[in-house]
């Protein structure tokens, strides 16, 4: 199994590619601040999940990766309240954006808590 099958990887990857297409249409100022921040977190979720997958083999270096990927995920639900806020986004799109974060969330947090299910070893 590669990384790129993991659902938590593929849900994330989608939320993070929407995020880049919807957030083209912020407004320029934002160019390096919210929309910097929103595409870095949603994007570094995938990428912590496709990092800890490679260090699966050792359970605490798997644990922190997915750990990082949390927090990403939870960077980027602050973000969407941002984007909110300012008027960047629809109350549809923050529901969606949301609702598919916390789907994230949750599949990282079964990994996190299952973590031999994806191949890491026990200590």
């Not at 629809?90 to 191949?119: C, Q, R």
Request: hydrophobic share 35%.
């Amino acid at each position: 199994m590669d990384f790129r099958d993991l659902l938590a990887y593929k849900k994330g990857f989608q939320l993070a590619m929407n995020i880049y297409e919807i957030s083209k249409g912020f407004p320029s100022e934002e160019k390096y601040s919210l929309i910097d921040q929103i595409r870095r977190s949603s994007r570094f979720t995938c990428a912590n999940i496709g990092e800890g997958y490679r260090k699966r083999r050792y359970p605490s270096h798997f644990i922190s990766k997915l750990s990082d990927a949390d927090m990403e995920n939870t960077e980027t639900q602050v973000w969407v309240e941002f984007s909110f806020a300012c008027g960047y986004i629809s109350e549809s799109t923050k529901t969606v954006w949301e609702h598919d974060s916390l789907e994230i969330g949750k599949l990282i947090g079964y990994m996190i808590a299952n973590p031999e299910k994806f191949g890491s070893k026990s200590t």
